[in-house]
């Protein structure tokens, strides 16, 4: 079965520091999005992007966020410098449709940031 | 605004029970309602999609229904297993948009 690939799965760094998360989406899917779980908390939308430009964003993503695709199979997140409330699992998703379609979202396996 | 609420917040089982997990969610606006299971410092496994316009949706021994006027969910489990332990997260797509909104979860314990 098709999966969303995230790299890495644990990632530790110093506050202040750009970090970069990357996704590999399912290969047919056009909508990617980034959630993220603080410990404890609810699992908390971030962006969504379609068609290389983000279509909607929460309130947590300020201008300390931002998201790309690079190279047509990658979506990365990219907070430029981090804060210790930043640490969270972060969650990338990809959808073949429009608000879910038939299948729902396809969520990775998560990159756990430990900011210190 | 959309708010999503689960309970109960934690169940614990002995081994073979049927079991319900209820979700509500504030705003009946919604495209399709999903159930996930999230094992320990893991990701979040899509276990059943419900669309606005179906009443449930099964899958093996897992069958979610969809009351949106009510503006509820319920997950029933049968015969469950020591391997069903995990936390089950309810999510609504409001009408409109891209973000699901998530609950906070039921953290299932199934015993032995």
């Known amino acids: 079965e098709p999966e969303v690939t995230q790299t890495p799965s644990h990632q530790v760094t110093q506050m202040g520091q750009e970090v970069i998360l990357r996704c590999v989406p399912i290969s047919n899917h056009l909508y990617f999005y980034w959630y993220r779980q603080i410990l404890g908390q609810k699992v908390e939308f971030l962006v969504s992007?379609?068609?290389?430009?983000?279509?909607?964003k929460s309130e947590i993503f300020d201008d300390q966020f931002s998201v790309e695709r690079p190279d047509g199979s990658n979506f990365t997140l990219k907070i430029r410098s981090t804060k210790l409330e930043d640490s969270a699992m972060y969650f990338c998703?990809?959808?073949?449709?429009?608000?879910?379609?038939?299948?729902?979202?396809?969520f990775g396996s998560g990159t756990r940031l430990t900011v210190v | 605004k959309q708010e999503v609420t689960q309970i109960p917040a934690a169940l614990s089982v002995p081994e073979g029970e049927n079991l319900v997990l209820n979700c509500s969610f504030t705003d009946s606006a919604i495209y399709n309602l999903q159930w996930f299971r999230q094992d320990p410092g893991k990701g979040l496994t899509s276990l059943l999609l419900?669309?606005?316009?179906?009443r449930e949706q099964t899958s093996g021994r897992l069958n979610a229904s969809l009351d949106k006027s009510s503006g509820r969910s319920t997950l029933y489990i049968a015969a469950s297993q020591p391997g069903d332990s995990a936390t089950y997260l309810c999510?609504?797509?409001?009408?409109?948009?891209?973000?699901?909104?998530f609950g906070t979860g039921t953290r299932l314990k199934v015993l032995a």
């Open positions: 999510a609504v797509l409001p009408s409109g948009t891209y973000k699901y909104i």
């Open positions: 998703a990809s959808s073949g449709n429009a608000f879910a379609g038939d299948y729902g979202y396809t």
């Open positions: 992007f379609y068609n290389n430009e983000i279509s909607e």
């Open positions: 419900i669309q606005s316009s179906q």
